[in-house]
Nanobody, 127 residues
C-alpha cells in the first residue's frame, strides 16, 4: 500500500521561507509523478506545483511561480516544496499527491488525476 506523508508545516512570517516534505512509502518514489495541492478554509483544493519522474520537468501555478520550488530526492523517497517570499494568501493545508506513470515527463495538475494522497500539513503565513 502506497502512503504519502507530509511534514514541515508551521507558522511563518510573510516574506519568509518554509520547506515542506512528502515522503513516499510502500512503493518506489521514482515511479511516481508527485504534486502539491493546497486548500484554504471554505475554498476548493488548488494545484500548486508538480514534478515528473524526471526532475527536469516541473510545473507551477501562476500564483506561486518564481516563489516556490518543487524538487525530489529519490534516494530518500522524498519530494520537497521550498516556499520563499511567502504571503498570507499562501495559508492553507498543503497536500501531496502521487500517481504511477510510465513516461518520465508526465505530470498532472488536476486532483482527480492523482491516485494517492497524504493527510496534509498546515502552513500559516502571518502578516
Amino acid at each position: 500500500q502506497v502512503q504519502l506523508v507530509e511534514s514541515g508545516g508551521g507558522l511563518v512570517q510573510a516574506g519568509g521561507s518554509q520547506i515542506i516534505s512528502c515522503v513516499t512509502s510502500g512503493g518506489t518514489s521514482s515511479d511516481y509523478a508527485i504534486a502539491w495541492f493546497r486548500q484554504a478554509p471554505g475554498k476548493a483544493r488548488d494545484f500548486v506545483a508538480a514534478i515528473a519522474r524526471s526532475v527536469r520537468r516541473t510545473y507551477y501555478a501562476d500564483s506561486v511561480k518564481d516563489r516556490f520550488t518543487i524538487s525530489r530526492d529519490n534516494t530518500k523517497n522524498t519530494v520537497y516544496l521550498q516556499m520563499n517570499m511567502t504571503k498570507p494568501e499562501d495559508t492553507a493545508v498543503y497536500y501531496c499527491a502521487g500517481s504511477a506513470v510510465v513516461n518520465y515527463y508526465t505530470l498532472f495538475t488536476r486532483p482527480h488525476e492523482y491516485t494517492y494522497w497524504g493527510q496534509g500539513t498546515q502552513v500559516t503565513v502571518s502578516s
